[in-house]
């Protein structure tokens, strides 16, 4: 957790909103809202590592400021299934140990997070429909529905008698027709009518460009794309949650007599939550792997996970250059299709996957080759009619990259909004005729590594990001009674030290000689003696390599 600070005193007559993840940046939504002495929570999301952290798992909100206020937590409302908006909900919700709000399906893809967390049965979870009203008093909370990419995205109406909030959650115009999923512009009309203090609104795809698109579109072209290569194998790489491309691609496999296989645990839990709501009605069971491989080669396709270049997904097992024992293997002129964007940080990872495949002669089709893709989210002349519908009086852009950001806070003032603000995590935002930021409470971010939930800047993942980028030292020397050097030095380097060269013969000179020239009681004193073989190390490979490893000294005395 974050460090303890004085905390802010927020006045309980104030109404607030403090986002406590994912108000700039991607991932990690998690915003807190505040009346009177009561909170509620909406949406509680994981952030994704990078390279950056290596060992990391996912990134979690901390949620410190609300250590002592789980009495006076009213609940933690999804405002749907995608990771960065429930993905931390069973790491967290000890910490929360308040009712769970969802819809159907979104309260699907929370159980078996709550089961993976021996938390199912423990955890009050309340499942709601677009159009109900709960009432969290002195707050009233009315889902609204929206389309995205994944099944029941909502809205949330967020009431006081301070006035209406309207959160947006992840959103588009376009109608989903496989889910029959529509924004319901009426509502939100009514809403603008009704009058909106304040929207929280999505900036992902606000610099995005305009395009009529739709998901028909994508299955005309992966229907046409498929007929191309008849005899061959096919892989398509897709976000699991997305039941309506998952639709779409089985339609267009099977318009070319494909059976379709999915590959990764993650598509199979939303196929069976999909099918759980009554989705993929007219869809059959799936292919497994091994159901899969006793199919005539190129008559599957296989959707697969991995289309961010996730190290142990499904995609990243198909590009393994070597043929593995009873697995589906990719070869020269097999072909795979990514249909999915590219989620920001995930250039690398993509990039290397895309290189594996060339490697093996693999075709690989992206959404710069041919219409496979098209985004979950809106673009701006959709964002420009939001706000036409909804005349919120704040404007509060949250969810995307610093230029996305700056670029809705400059359009909604353009488009009305008398105020406009973009928070840091932390800050808290007084809700009113007259909003004014009041001050900042204790947040941070989580690191899930294993089995453990550390603080980002804990010192076991600092030491091993600093191995990784300048590697390590390990100095193991041997000292008699009469404090002299015994034997040769023992260097172990990770990284950086050729063994055995002249820069280790080099080096052991210099520690030996640097030892040598401390005084007779200095040399009695273990931490002195480290301490003038860490600094010798640390001059000496400065000097020669320009790294600053860690260094590890052992002093044994005989």
Not at 234 to 252: L, P
Not at 365 to 394: C, F, W
Request: glycine share 8%.
């Amino acid at each position: 957790m974050t460090d303890i600070q004085t905390e802010l005193k927020i006045p309980t007559e104030n109404f607030v909103m403090i986002p406590l993840g994912g108000s700039t940046g991607i991932g990690l939504n998690c915003f807190l809202y505040g009346y009177r002495g009561k909170w509620v929570l909406v949406d509680c999301g994981v952030g994704f590592p990078g390279d950056g952290l290596p060992g990391v798992d996912v990134l979690l909100p901390d949620l410190s400021f609300l250590a002592d206020k789980k009495e006076n937590l009213l609940g933690l409302v999804l405002t749907h299934g995608h990771e960065d908006h429930i993905g931390a909900v069973g790491y967290l919700w000890r910490e929360l140990q308040c009712p769970i709000f969802a819809t159907p399906f979104t309260a699907e893809l929370i159980e078996s997070k709550l089961d993976e967390n021996s938390l199912l049965g423990r955890a009050e979870l309340v499942r709601v429909q677009a159009g109900d009203t709960i009432d969290l008093a002195p707050f009233e909370i009315t889902y609204v529905q929206m389309s995205h990419s994944i099944p029941e995205a909502n809205a949330l109406a967020v009431r006081t008698k301070e006035g209406l909030v309207l959160h947006t959650g992840d959103w588009k115009w376009q109608s989903d027709t496989v889910l029959n999923q529509k924004a319901d512009k009426k509502t939100l009309k009514e809403l603008g009518n009704e009058g909106v203090l304040a929207l929280v609104c999505d900036s992902t795809n606000t610099l995005g460009t305009v395009t009529n698109e739709t998901e028909e579109d994508v299955l005309n072209s992966l229907t046409k794309l498929i007929g191309k290569y008849q005899g061959k194998q096919i892989a398509v790489g897709c976000f699991a949650s997305n039941v309506s491309r998952i639709h779409n691609i089985y339609k267009a496999a099977a318009a070319n007599n494909r059976d379709v296989c999915l590959m990764g645990r993650s598509l199979w839990r939303i196929d069976a939550a999909a099918r759980a709501c009554g989705y993929l009605k007219d869809v059959p069971e799936f292919l497994s792997e091994s159901e899969a491989l006793e199919r005539p080669i190129g008559s599957v396709l296989y959707i697969c996970t991995g289309s961010q270049g996730e190290p142990f997904s499904a995609l990243s097992s198909l590009s393994a250059l070597t043929p593995q024992k009873n697995s589906v293997y990719f070869g020269p002129d097999d072909v795979v299709i990514f249909s999915s964007r590219i989620i920001p940080g995930n250039e690398k990872a993509i990039e290397l996957m895309q290189k594996r495949f060339k490697a093996k002669g693999v075709e690989i089709i992206t959404n710069r080759d041919a219409l496979v893709h098209v985004s979950g989210h809106y673009h701006g002349e959709e964002l420009k009619e939001m706000y036409q519908l909804t005349k919120p009086l704040i404007a509060l852009p949250v969810h995307g990259e610093v230029r996305e950001l700056i670029e809705h806070k400059e359009l909604a003032l353009q488009w009305g909004a008398k105020y406009a603000f973009t928070l840091e995590d932390g800050e808290v935002l007084k809700l009113s005729q007259n909003p004014e930021v009041l001050g900042t409470v204790s947040t941070g971010v989580l690191a899930v590594d294993g089995k453990k939930i550390l603080p980002l800047g804990a010192e076991v993942i600092k030491k091993r990001r600093k191995m990784i980028e300048d590697g390590t030292f390990v100095i193991t020397l041997v000292l008699n009674a009469q404090n002299e050097i015994l034997g040769d030095l023992r260097i172990s380097s990770f990284g950086l030290l050729e063994t055995d060269g002249d820069d280790e013969t080099a080096l052991k000179d210099k520690i030996r000689a640097d030892i040598n020239a401390l005084g007779e009681q200095v040399k009695t004193q273990d931490v002195s003696v480290e301490n003038t073989v860490r600094a010798a190390v640390r001059q000496f490979l400065k000097e020669y390599y320009g790294k600053k490893p860690l260094i590890e000294v052992h002093l044994i005395r005989v």
